[in-house]
């Protein structure tokens, strides 16, 4: 018989497939030993049990597949009460003002973050490197990495500068790239990135075929600013940056047409019009920062109005630059409370989906659902007399703390 297969079995298994398929008593078998180590089968574990004896059964456990958080900045993890909040205006002023402090000596708050990652059951990140200081620990860490980095700047003499900084950052990750380390490229946002700037750092995009992301609308001000050519960031950018007669950069719709046929990560669009939800669900995904949202912004994302598009939520934490911790169940606790107006047990269930199939999806990566040939990401939870509820997901949320254990690739890297 082969040892290399191990079979665990909990409770409840959360197969996180479309229908939401919950096995009772269930099982899942997968390869340990391989470079990549895929799911072999899944069903009820006392069937399993026959062909896998390598095999582990938690009582009042639920098995899910790790969380991707798909949107989360280590840099930033120094932060506790640096920044502002209450306002996108006072949190982007308090930024320009601390960030310094913050974002000296990371490399401690960059493995916390990890380890934070790790603990709450997340498997995958998608991370926006602002400044390529994450990486070798990031890419040495035992987390499936999808490694944005990052393009921002709107100075037109700087822009060959920033050009060739983002380059020399985008090829180191190249030299990491692994099967658990993805390099990828984020533009910062539609008032942050110069029209060339942006131009040439898609162009790679295209041409290497990587992910994007971007942070999009997310708030009234950045909205206004596009629009109207006012607002607070018409002051922002004559008083913080010291620019004469500031104009914006693009008007929406030509920012947007630059993410053409990119299937990009578009973060928070708190502010995205009905059209503008139209050529994201064409072009690619919302991710949703509850938290963040709340704390810079006072909005949460109107579900109906993504759902209309069949445009499915992805939950991520953000970085502690907005965000009091980077724990992913206590980021889809905050929003089951949240959204009290969203039927309880519907909610529950969009949530874990939003941080397993649909952000897995979103990244291009294998993993995100208990299915024969998907990747061996996986994690168990205690959860007191979970085999007795029947709202499993609700409680899931309520009740899991730590992760009891977590496999990536087949590994187990919490035991
Ligand atoms: O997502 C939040 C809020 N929106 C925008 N940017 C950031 C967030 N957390 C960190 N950032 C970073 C961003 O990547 O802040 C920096 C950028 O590098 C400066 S914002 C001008
Ligand atoms: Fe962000």
């Known amino acids: 018989m082969n040892q290399e297969i191990r079979l665990i079995g909990g409770s409840k298994v959360f197969v996180c497939d479309e229908g939401f398929t919950i096995i009772d008593d269930g099982g899942v078998a997968f390869n340990t030993q391989n470079e990549q180590n895929f799911i072999i089968e899944i069903g009820k574990y006392k069937d399993l049990k026959q062909k896998y004896p390598n095999a582990l059964f938690y009582e009042d456990a639920i098995i899910l597949p790790s969380f991707v958080n798909a949107h989360i900045h280590f840099e930033f993890g120094n932060n506790i009460s640096s920044f502002e909040y209450g306002g996108f205006d006072r949190w982007l002023g308090s930024v ?41 620990i990031l890419a040495n860490s035992p987390l499936r990495v999808i490694y944005f980095n990052e393009a921002i700047g709107s100075t037109p003499s700087a822009i060959d500068f920033l050009y060739s900084d983002f380059l020399n950052r985008y090829n180191a990750s190249k030299e990491l790239q692994s099967n658990k380390f993805i390099p990828a490229i984020a533009i910062h946002s539609p008032y942050s990135v110069h029209k060339v700037l942006a131009k040439k750092v898609l162009q790679i995009s295209k041409a290497d075929n990587v ?135 519907e909610l529950s269930k969009i949530l874990i989906l939003g941080s397993t199939l649909y952000p897995a999806r979103a990244l291009g990566l294998e993993c995100g659902t208990l299915q024969m040939g998907k990747l061996a990401d996986i994690s168990v939870f205690q959860c007191p007399q979970i085999d007795k509820s029947s709202q499993s997901p609700l409680q899931f949320l309520l009740h899991s703390q730590k992760v009891k254990t977590l496999y990536i690739n087949g590994k187990d890297i919490i035991k």
Request: proline share 2%.
């Open 96 to 136: 320009m003002k601390k960030r310094e402090d913050v974002l000296s000596n990371i490399s401690e708050c960059v493995k916390l973050g990890v380890d934070e990652q790790l603990q709450s059951g997340v498997g995958s990140v998608g991370a926006i490197s602002s400044y390529g200081n994450d990486m070798q």
């Open 211 to 345: 992910k994007t992301s971007v942070h999009f609308l997310e708030s009234k001000f950045e909205r206004e600013w596009l629009e109207s050519s006012n607002g607070w960031f018409k002051s922002f950018y004559e008083e913080v940056l010291g620019i004469k007669s500031p104009k914006p950069l693009y008007n929406i719709t030509e920012f947007l047409e630059m993410f053409e046929g990119l299937d990009t990560l578009f973060v928070h669009c708190l502010f995205a019009s009905g059209s503008d939800l139209d050529f994201i669900s064409k072009n690619g995904h919302i991710i949703s920062c509850p938290r963040s949202n709340r704390l810079l912004n006072n909005a949460y994302i109107d579900f109906s109005l993504l759902a209309s598009r069949n445009l499915h939520p992805i939950f991520a934490t953000d970085g502690k630059s907005s965000n009091n911790n980077l724990n992913m169940l206590d980021e889809l606790r905050s929003a089951l409370f949240g959204y009290f107006s969203v039927d309880i047990d």
